[in-house]
């Protein structure tokens, strides 16, 4: 049988003619004895920092770069712009930080590596030559030189040493229109940071919030822990979950839709401030604020409820936006108008119970109102599946109406606070017996922009009532409704051992990055988001 390897499947731009261009010049570097993809290299700066510490001061012009009397440097960096004016060749290289501009030198700028050779019979093929003939837009150099300013103000490298780190085969996008198509942007992440500075400072607040997240928690001594992705039963929210198998046990699992269920075995466990950020999966739609796989952060505190969960978020936020933005106040475009607006992060928040917002943004009374009425209205909106409002019992009427008819008007901060029952069998009915007897429990979701940011909950610790709310649960799972989660009897016994007094919360993290960024779209700000082959 023959080893040979099909390579009809090579892709378009194997015959493209920049391809055989730039691999022709690969080759020649080869010949000549560089190596265009050195193992290492060892820069002394970055550009941010040389803007930073020497564009205002006085370092002397090219001649004192060329005799080496002005601070001496080394950096590297992808070659995005390259001009040759005859003696002198000035180009710009792009490091994570900044861009700087890099002068080469006819008779000063040498190749590491390379012994000026006659190329062919040819003119005398010196570093300086060979830069200009073999070198394209998009490979990475490392420059050793010193700096000057040019005539115009510029904070230049003279540079006396080239490395060539890695010679690319593929072009830059087009440096006029950069990269217009949004999707293409999204499955070509490498060349939207390449040509898109913003982008990565987007991702770079990003970082910042993580850690900024983690050392608030770590502040309130919490300690971080991690949970099993994989799991045979899933839980902890309301989602058609991942399914998969697990070939050694010839075993059905699931990807985690929720952080909650193994979080609150370990308040069982006597570990009384716990919280995990990382990755959950749910098999729904795709949309401006949602993602097959987003980032969550859940935790749970013993003794707290969702009073001192609300304190926490407000506090996060309003910290966030401080380090961010020097302010309380960040700037962000209103989804409806697409007007820039002004969002308050300072504490405290708008609170409001979920009844008194269809009052205030709906001029809805539900208490007023028959459970029929609840559905002529809801249908009569139009955004709800009809066979589905037949089946809503009061409650499920309530959060429905809540959210076709006020989410949309929740642009500033807003906690809606005291759930009906239904929405979740995990949280604790109210302590007030008049709203206990209504079917409230104690519950918040906070709201920015239309949208849900974050859900907390004062846990529900009775495993009586947990379980007769998980079997109701299953009902309707055994109905017909595919998002609700299996009975969980590991966990039953889990609070059956005693679980204390809890608050728990979570945070989705790519909306609050969403929030704190100004994007417009989930995707901005996911490295790699989910696309269509």
């Known amino acids: 049988m023959s080893s040979k390897v099909d390579c009809s499947h090579k892709v378009e731009y194997h015959s493209h003619e920049e391809f055989l261009n730039r691999s022709r010049k690969l080759e020649e570097l080869r010949k000549l004895g560089i190596n265009p993809y050195p193992h290492d290299y060892k820069p002394t700066h970055n550009a941010h920092a040389l803007h930073e510490q020497f564009n205002a001061a006085a370092i002397g012009h090219s001649e004192d770069a060329g005799a080496g009397t002005t601070p001496s440097v080394c950096v590297a960096g992808r070659l995005v712009l390259f001009r040759s004016m005859g003696k002198n060749t000035f180009a710009h290289i792009q490091?994570?930080?900044?861009?700087?501009?890099?002068?080469?030198?006819?008779?000063?700028?040498?190749?590491?590596?390379?012994?000026?050779?006659?190329?062919?019979?040819?003119?005398?093929?010196?570093?300086?030559?060979?830069?200009?003939?073999?070198?394209?837009?998009?490979?990475?150099?490392?420059?050793?030189?010193?700096?000057?300013?040019?005539?115009?103000?510029?904070?230049?490298?003279?540079?006396?040493?080239?490395?060539?780190?890695?010679?690319?085969?593929?072009?830059?996008?087009?440096?006029?229109?950069?990269?217009?198509?949004?999707?293409?942007?999204?499955?070509?992440?490498?060349?939207?940071?390449?040509?898109?500075?913003?982008?990565?400072?987007?991702?770079?607040?990003?970082?910042?919030?993580?850690?900024?997240?983690?050392?608030?928690?770590?502040?309130?001594?919490?300690?971080?822990?991690?949970?099993?992705?994989?799991?045979?039963?899933?839980?902890?929210?309301?989602?058609?979950?991942?399914?998969?198998?697990?070939?050694?046990?010839?075993?059905?699992?699931?990807?985690?839709?929720?952080?909650?269920?193994?979080?609150?075995?370990l308040i069982v466990g006597g570990m009384n401030r716990v919280f995990e950020m990382s990755r959950v999966f749910r098999n729904e739609g795709i949309d401006r604020s949602h993602n097959p796989e987003f980032t969550l952060v859940e935790a749970y505190a013993a003794y707290w409820d969702y009073n001192d969960t609300r304190r926490f978020v407000e506090n996060l936020f309003e910290k966030v936006a401080l380090a961010l933005y020097g302010k309380t106040q960040i700037p962000a475009t209103n989804p409806e108008t697409k007007e820039?607006?002004?969002?308050?992060?300072?504490?405290?928040?708008?609170?409001?119970?979920?009844?008194?917002?269809?009052?205030?943004?709906?001029?809805?009374?539900?208490?007023?109102?028959?459970?029929?009425?609840?559905?002529?209205?809801?249908?009569?909106?139009?955004?709800?599946?009809?066979?589905?409002?037949?089946?809503?019992?009061?409650?499920?009427?309530?959060?429905?109406?809540?959210?076709?008819?006020?989410?949309?008007?929740?642009?500033?901060?807003?906690?809606?606070?005291?759930?009906?029952?239904?929405?979740?069998?995990?949280?604790?009915?109210?302590?007030?017996?008049?709203?206990?007897?209504?079917?409230?429990?104690?519950?918040?979701?906070?709201?920015?922009?239309?949208?849900?940011?974050?859900?907390?909950?004062?846990?529900?610790?009775?495993?009586?009532?947990?379980?007769?709310?998980?079997?109701k649960q299953a009902l309707r799972r055994e109905a017909g409704d595919e998002e609700v989660s299996p009975l969980d009897e590991e966990f039953i016994e889990a609070i059956c051992q005693g679980m204390p007094p809890t608050g728990g919360l979570g945070i989705g993290i790519d909306r609050m990055v969403m929030l704190f960024t100004d994007s417009h779209s989930i995707r901005d700000v996911i490295y790699f988001p989910w696309m269509k082959p």
């Not at 849900?452 to 079997?471: A, F, H």
């Open 340 to 471: 820039v607006i002004m969002l308050e992060m300072k504490a405290p928040w708008k609170c409001i119970t979920m009844k008194e917002s269809l009052i205030e943004y709906a001029q809805i009374n539900v208490d007023q109102l028959s459970d029929e009425k609840m559905r002529q209205l809801l249908k009569e909106g139009g955004n709800c599946d009809p066979k589905k409002i037949d089946g809503m019992s009061r409650g499920l009427l309530i959060a429905t109406l809540f959210a076709d008819k006020v989410e949309q008007h929740l642009i500033q901060p807003h906690h809606i606070i005291d759930h009906p029952i239904e929405t979740t069998p995990l949280c604790k009915p109210h302590r007030d017996p008049k709203l206990r007897k209504e079917g409230l429990v104690e519950r918040f979701e906070s709201f920015i922009l239309a949208n849900e940011i974050c859900n907390s909950y004062t846990e529900l610790n009775d495993p009586e009532i947990q379980r007769t709310l998980l079997e």
């Open 95 to 265: 490091d994570e930080t900044n861009r700087i501009q890099i002068m080469f030198n006819r008779d000063l700028t040498e190749v590491v590596g390379y012994t000026p050779t006659t190329e062919e019979g040819q003119e005398l093929l010196t570093g300086y030559k060979l830069l200009e003939k073999k070198i394209d837009l998009g490979d990475i150099i490392g420059i050793e030189g010193n700096l000057f300013h040019t005539n115009k103000g510029e904070l230049t490298v003279f540079a006396k040493k080239v490395t060539i780190l890695c010679k690319t085969l593929l072009p830059l996008a087009d440096k006029h229109s950069g990269l217009a198509d949004k999707e293409l942007r999204y499955r070509k992440r490498w060349l939207d940071l390449i040509s898109n500075p913003e982008v990565q400072d987007t991702f770079r607040k990003r970082s910042q919030i993580l850690h900024m997240i983690r050392e608030q928690f770590h502040q309130e001594n919490f300690l971080e822990v991690e949970t099993a992705v994989l799991q045979s039963i899933y839980g902890g929210a309301e989602a058609k979950p991942f399914v998969t198998k697990l070939n050694a046990l010839d075993q059905e699992m699931f990807l985690r839709i929720s952080l909650e269920i193994p979080l609150k075995k």
